[in-house]
């Protein structure tokens, strides 16, 4: 590891040469980049580094990389990158700066210049999450990753909101990712961009109020409003409308399977009819067709029919 002239950064290894095993002791602790002092850049070997475990990003814009690469090249590099030492200084691991790693490898270059600092697991995810709510292009998708890896780390959703910045409300939305199906988490590892929150919250609602004897059915449609969505034939916020109408649909043809519908008819004229359902019995007779007296004699005569049913079953649950 070579050592460069002082310059002015922030929260740098202290000066001179930086000890053997890069001891945690002799380490400034990482507290962002509004913590500038003059202290000493250093270059390490860049097949040492790693990237940030807890890095938010899942996709990175390759044409962004080379834009960031070619300034890199023609001006160099106008902030360091900052590292975190793991395995007693054998190796390392960014805190910030992944783009600009990436852009010194695609050039070819075997080291990078970097500041080194102290920082825990919590601190490296909370810096690593809030450096990318800032970029305008991370996907809640994305962000709910790393908010859930943070979740071990704090003892209340609210104690976790006041540290990444963001109100309760948003974050209970990131969060609905987590219990979304298999079929659609899949997906999002493919394309974080897929769903935002607000379309995961729908579908996470839409779900949990779907009967248990349809939930498979449910999954089904959902499946298949996805690869709609991934096809650019359905808009994220009409996923949830497209479960419900394939419910509605498959129930009503369901009930339409098992009606049974039986005319009523006397010289060739249909005067009404008799349906069985699973929504119920219907008995309909045409206009005109029975007096009043008809009508109490029929009325009268179901009645009765209905109570010595009802008093039947009464009686054979007894048993």
């Known amino acids: 590891m070579k050592s460069k002239s002082p310059i002015t950064v922030s929260g740098l290894v202290g000066a001179g040469q930086l000890p053997e095993k890069s001891d945690p002791t002799q380490l400034t602790q990482f507290k962002g980049q509004e913590d500038f002092s003059k202290e000493r850049i250093y270059s390490v070997d860049i097949e040492k580094i790693s990237p940030n475990p807890y890095q938010p990003r899942k996709i990175f814009n390759e044409d962004k990389i080379k834009e960031l690469a070619s300034t890199i090249d023609s001006e160099g590099l ?45 601190h490296m995810l909370l810096r690593a999450i809030a450096e990318n709510l800032s970029r305008e292009n991370l996907t809640d998708y994305e962000t709910y990753s790393s908010i859930n890896k943070a979740i071990p780390f704090f003892e209340t959703k609210k104690e976790l909101s006041d540290a990444i910045g963001i109100g309760r409300e948003d974050l209970y939305r990131f969060l609905s990712f987590e219990d979304l199906p298999n079929i659609v988490l899949e997906r999002l590892e493919l394309d974080p961009s897929l769903l935002g929150k607000t379309a995961a919250t729908e579908i996470k609602s839409a779900l949990s109020k779907v009967e248990e004897k349809q939930k498979q059915l449910a999954l089904t449609y959902l499946a298949e409003a996805i690869d709609l969505l991934e096809a650019k034939e359905l808009d994220q916020n ?59 004699q029929l009325q009268s005569m179901i009645n009765n029919f209905l109570e010595e049913y009802i008093v039947k079953k009464a009686n054979e649950g007894n048993k």
Do not use: M, W
């Open 238 to 296: 009409k996923i949830v409308r497209h479960i419900q109408n394939g419910l509605k649909n498959d129930t009503a043809n369901v009930i339409e399977s098992l009606t049974r519908r039986e005319e009523f008819i006397i010289d060739g004229k249909k005067i009404g009819f008799f349906t069985t359902s699973p929504n119920g019995v219907t008995i309909k007779v045409g206009k005109g067709i029975l007096d009043e007296a008809s009508k109490d």
């Open 78 to 122: 106008l902030q360091p990158i900052a590292l975190r030492s793991v395995n007693s200084g054998e190796s390392y691991q960014i805190i910030a700066g992944e783009r600009r790693y990436r852009a010194h490898k695609l050039l070819g270059k075997t080291e990078i210049a970097c500041v080194i600092f102290v920082c825990d697991d919590k």
